[in-house]
């Protein structure tokens, strides 16, 4: 990869070190195969796409093809185009002051042309980090032709140059993003007649602004998100520009809830701690969001689905720590009835479900909790709970019930060390995780059918026995 040498700062100086010029796409393919070759990490922080998607990606940027990345909200389509920049040399030589990153070995506009033939090897030459090498640009309704390649600027008419000159040209974010890489977001949501100015872009790799006798050989990978077409009713990708690009990628949400809870830690800012069991549920809850009928399958249900729950849940217990004055906060299964009227305006449903929206979330929820109860407690002897309630005792917990009181409550129940193994805390829990153990088999027998559970105006939650 090409490094920053503190004395090379002329064209001589450039040519004297050995410096060879590569195109973006280049510079893609060798430092992608170098870091196949040496074992190095191709794209940090892309979680669940290893053996389908990133494949597909790399094949792509081997080819030398411009890609759209196609699916629905949330599943990290932007996360992987950005990732793409680590993979371009960590500094390129440009001409210094130039507006589209002209390499000094190819200058492109008149100015830079003259400024080479003036200076020659004294021609002054800078250097630019690849985080300085990428665009990016949300397709939007009023986004315009001028916006992304460029259009007379009044200011430089003026000054008193001509409307012939090229030089009176601004230009817009594709061409000021040369020998990096464009990004454009949403693409079927640019108006089809911006979208045929892409057209030169993708196929003869220049651009035409307005009727100017100019043309830019611009270097860079373009590459476009979009939703299935049948998600989104706003627009299409038009049929000439579809075909200019070179790979097509889906992408899609994760496919195993190991893979969902490693996204949700990776991504989740957690201002409390929330114990795994508590994680999995919102892991298992968004999947089952996902998986519903009732749920609009077309506009999908994205990953930050799972990330805000997490997040809620977490503050619901530090809120509770804050209200009760714990030192601990520590999430329990029953801060995530808090995820259910939260988010549920990130879920689009089917039309006859009107109305029943908090009722689907919250049998989903139950749901995710049986399934993790099952999952993490499976056989475990749970009769010391049983025992908890029995001859007409009460359990009392809920969001305002500190975890001293909830312990208070149940004192030594054989079978609790067991339990909080299973759920991973270590020989020496604290008072909060050991509630959120409790809280947590409280929960699962009642969803199992082996107590019972009401709920007081106050928002505490009674169990007792079933019988």
Do not use: C
């Not at 007649?193 to 790799?205: A, F, K, M, T, Y």
């Not at 100017?212 to 077409?229: G, K």
């Not at 939260?342 to 929206?357: A, D, P, W």
């Amino acid at each position: 990869m090409t490094s920053l040498p503190n004395t090379v700062r002329t064209l001589g100086e450039l040519r004297a070190s050995g410096h060879e010029h590569r195109t973006v796409k280049q510079e893609l393919r060798e430092n992608l195969l170098a870091r196949m070759r040496d074992g190095t990490p191709r794209f940090p922080g892309i979680v669940g796409y290893d053996g389908t998607v990133l494949p597909e990606v790399e094949r792509a940027l081997l080819a030398g093809h411009d890609l759209v990345l196609l699916g629905e909200r949330g599943q990290g389509k932007t996360r992987v185009i950005r990732s793409l920049v680590e993979l371009l040399d960590e500094w390129t030589p440009v001409i210094a002051g130039s507006e589209l990153n002209e390499h000094p070995y190819h200058p492109l506009t008149p100015a830079s042309r003259r400024l080479v033939e003036e200076l020659g090897d004294e021609l002054p030459v800078s250097w630019l980090h690849r985080s300085m090498r990428y665009g990016e640009k949300l397709a939007t309704p009023d986004t315009s032709v001028g916006d992304l390649i460029g259009d007379v600027d009044p200011i430089r008419v003026a000054q008193g140059r001509t409307l012939g000159d090229p030089e009176t040209i601004h230009f817009g974010l594709v061409p000021r993003t040369n020998r990096g890489i464009f990004a454009v977001n949403e693409l079927p949501d640019l108006a089809e007649r911006i979208q045929v100015s892409l057209l030169n872009v993708l196929e003869e790799r220049d651009i035409q602004v307005r009727g100017y006798q100019l043309r830019l050989p611009l270097d860079l990978l373009l590459v476009a998100s979009a939703n299935p077409e049948d998600y989104t009713n706003r627009g299409r990708i038009i049929t000439p520009l579809k075909d200019r690009f070179g790979a097509e990628v889906r992408t899609h949400y994760p496919l195993e809830l190991d893979l969902e809870l490693a996204l949700v830690r990776q991504e989740a800012q957690l201002v409390a701690e929330v114990p795994e069991h508590v994680l999995e549920v919102v892991a298992r809850f968004a999947r089952a969001v996902r998986d519903s009928p009732s749920v609009d399958a077309r506009s999908g249900v994205s990953a930050r689905f799972a990330i805000a729950g997490a997040e809620t849940v977490a503050a619901s217990a530090l809120r509770r720590a804050g209200l009760l004055g714990e030192r601990e906060a520590v999430a329990r299964v029953g801060d995530t009835s808090s995820v259910v009227s939260t988010l549920r305006g990130k879920v689009e449903f089917e039309s006859g479900e009107e109305g029943r929206e908090i009722e689907v979330l919250a049998h989903l929820l139950r749901t995710a909790s049986a399934e993790t109860f099952r999952a993490r407690l499976g056989g475990l002897d749970l009769s010391g709970f049983t025992d908890l309630v029995a001859d007409g005792a009460i359990v009392e917990t809920g969001d305002l019930v500190g975890a001293a009181d909830l312990l208070r409550q149940v004192g030594t129940v054989p079978g609790l060390a067991k339990v909080l193994e299973r759920l991973g805390f270590d020989d020496a829990p604290n008072a909060g995780q050991a509630a959120a153990g409790i809280e947590f088999v409280l929960e699962g027998l009642h969803l199992t059918r082996r107590l019972s559970k009401a709920m007081t105006d106050e928002g505490r939650t009674l169990y007792g026995s079933r019988e």
